[in-house]
T-cell receptor
Framework: GESVGLHLPTLSVQEGDNSIINCAYSNSASDYFIWYKQESGKGPQFIIDIRSNMDKRQGQRVTVLLNKTVKHLSLQIAATQPGDSAVYFCAELQGGKLIFGQGTELSVKP | DAGVIQSPRHEVTEMGQEVTLRCKPISGHDYLFWYRQTMMRGLELLIYFNNNVPIDDSGMPEDRFSAKMPNASFSTLKIQPSEPRDSAVYFC?????????????FGSGTRLTVV
């Protein structure tokens, strides 16, 4: 999930397991959401997006779920691999600007 | 395409000095964004441009920060004078549209340390 503070929430999973990363967004009027992956020393990288007229969207090994009732977004990663270890951010489009959440660190144990 | 190119990758400077960060967006992208990343505040949008014109600079922390985009292929973020609390990673991103369909493309960032 998301939190504000000095330490990122951390999710630790075994290689091959499925991962679920959660995000609570702030603005009920937001109509576009994106998940980004940031590896150490690199910029955020687009993973998958979803518009508010959808509640689910699937990509390659990733699925994003949107629950507008409770303003909740989740990213599911199937068969998590060591290369998936990174910080994951959700972002919402507000007033033409992408606003990022605080991020969740995913650690994959071999 | 080489993606969004930022320079320098690392910058260490003394408090009070002027710092200039540089960005080359992806060719054809009309929107350019400057973000700052810290552990305390996460990724914050500082300013963005459309067709070289600043649209929203409400995230710029104070007058010590300024950004320019003299042409479609180059932007700068300047801090003068720099302070230790400016230490952060600064990212530039570009996009075809403001809504960022398929997301913004980020550069690798400039890690700024002010001592």
């Amino acid at each position: 999930g998301e939190s504000v503070g000095l330490h990122l929430p951390t999710l630790s999973v075994q290689e091959g397991d499925n991962s679920i990363i959660n995000c609570a967004y702030s603005n009920s009027a937001s109509d576009y959401f994106i998940w980004y992956k940031q590896e150490s020393g690199k910029g955020p990288q687009f993973i998958i997006d979803i518009r508010s007229n959808m509640d689910k969207r699937q990509g390659q090994r990733v699925t994003v779920l949107l629950n507008k009732t409770v303003k909740h977004l989740s990213l599911q990663i199937a068969a998590t691999q060591p290369g998936d270890s990174a910080v994951y951010f959700c972002a919402e489009l507000q007033g033409g600007k992408l606003i990022f959440g605080q991020g969740t660190e995913l650690s994959v144990k071999p | 395409d080489a993606g969004v190119i930022q320079s320098p990758r690392h910058e260490v400077t003394e408090m009070g000095q002027e710092v200039t960060l540089r960005c080359k967006p992806i060719s054809g992208h009309d929107y350019l964004f400057w973000y700052r990343q810290t552990m305390m505040r996460g990724l914050e949008l500082l300013i963005y441009f459309n067709n070289n014109v600043p649209i929203d600079d409400s995230g710029m922390p104070e007058d010590r920060f300024s950004a320019k985009m003299p042409n479609a292929s180059f932007s700068t973020l300047k801090i003068q004078p720099s302070e230790p609390r400016d230490s952060a990673v600064y990212f530039c991103a570009s996009s075809l549209t403001s809504t960022g369909k398929n997301g913004y493309t980020f550069g690798s960032g400039t890690r700024l340390t002010v001592v």
